[in-house]
Every structure is written in structure tokens, then in C-alpha cells.
């Protein structure tokens, strides 16, 4: 029942700017984590940022300083604002939800170990190109 509804890619030429939002639902206590993630063509999923509910932030160091990753834990929404855009950019975006179930809560707290969920988006398209 859980689901992650992405909005925002499109194409734009390099140095633009393009905002992609995610809303999930489903998660009983919200998530933990929210992030983007993304893979070009033939390449690895790689992480591009998360934020964590306590509002502890992420980035890889590729997009760090161009990109900028907000949410709202309320409506269990997440968004990248990506600036300065380069062709390297090009991928495919995925959003992510991360969610401790309550028994891995109590462990957590504990200092046991754990296990958390993850939930994908779709995938959203960005192109940058001249």
C-alpha cells in the first residue's frame, strides 16, 4: 500500500535549474529517511541525497553545492532543487522512503540490532543537454 508519487523531471539545457517533488503515503509513522537517488545509462544506482526526519542531511559529492534537498515530515514529502545543472546529470531520478517498523524502534533504542523498510518511486527522467 505504500507509495511514492514523483513529479518534476523533464528536460533542460545545461546551467538550468529543475525541481522534482515526491509524496508518500502509506507509512504508518513516516519515514525515517527520504532521499533521491538516480542512475544514467549504464551506470549504478547511486545516492544523490537523503534527509532523515530529525532534518539531518546527505549529499554526494558530485551535486553537493548545486543541489538542495528539503521535506516536510507532516505530509511526507520530499524535494531536490537542482541548480546549475550539467549533462552529467542526465539519469533517471528515484525517490526513496526508509521506515523502522515499531519493533525495530524498541530495538533501535535498546542498541540492538534492527531492520528498516525502503520504498522506490517510479523513477522521473532528467536530461540536460545543449
Known amino acids: 500500500q505504500v507509495r511514492l508519487v514523483e513529479s518534476g523531471g523533464g528536460s533542460v539545457q545545461p546551467g538550468g535549474s529543475l525541481r522534482l517533488s515526491c509524496v508518500a503515503s502509506?507509512?504508518?509513522?513516516?519515514?525515517?529517511?527520504m532521499g533521491w537517488y538516480r542512475q544514467g545509462s549504464g551506470q549504478e544506482r547511486e545516492l544523490v541525497a537523503t534527509?532523515?526526519?530529525?532534518?539531518?542531511?546527505n549529499y554526494s559529492e558530485a551535486v553537493k553545492g548545486r543541489f538542495t534537498i528539503s521535506s516536510d515530515n507532516a505530509k511526507s514529502t520530499v524535494a531536490l532543487q537542482m541548480d546549475s545543472l550539467k549533462p552529467e546529470d542526465t539519469a533517471v531520478y528515484y525517490c526513496?522512503?526508509?521506515?523502522?517498523?515499531?519493533?525495530?524502534?524498541?530495538?533501535?533504542?535498546?542498541?540492538?540490532?534492527?531492520?528498516?523498510?525502503?520504498?522506490w518511486g517510479q523513477g522521473t527522467l532528467v536530461t540536460v543537454s545543449s
Open positions: 502509506g507509512i504508518r509513522f513516516g519515514a525515517d529517511t
Open positions: 534527509i532523515t526526519n530529525t532534518g539531518s542531511i
Open positions: 526513496y522512503a526508509e521506515t523502522i517498523p515499531l519493533e525495530g524502534r524498541v530495538a533501535k533504542a535498546r542498541g540492538g540490532s534492527y531492520r528498516s523498510l525502503e520504498f
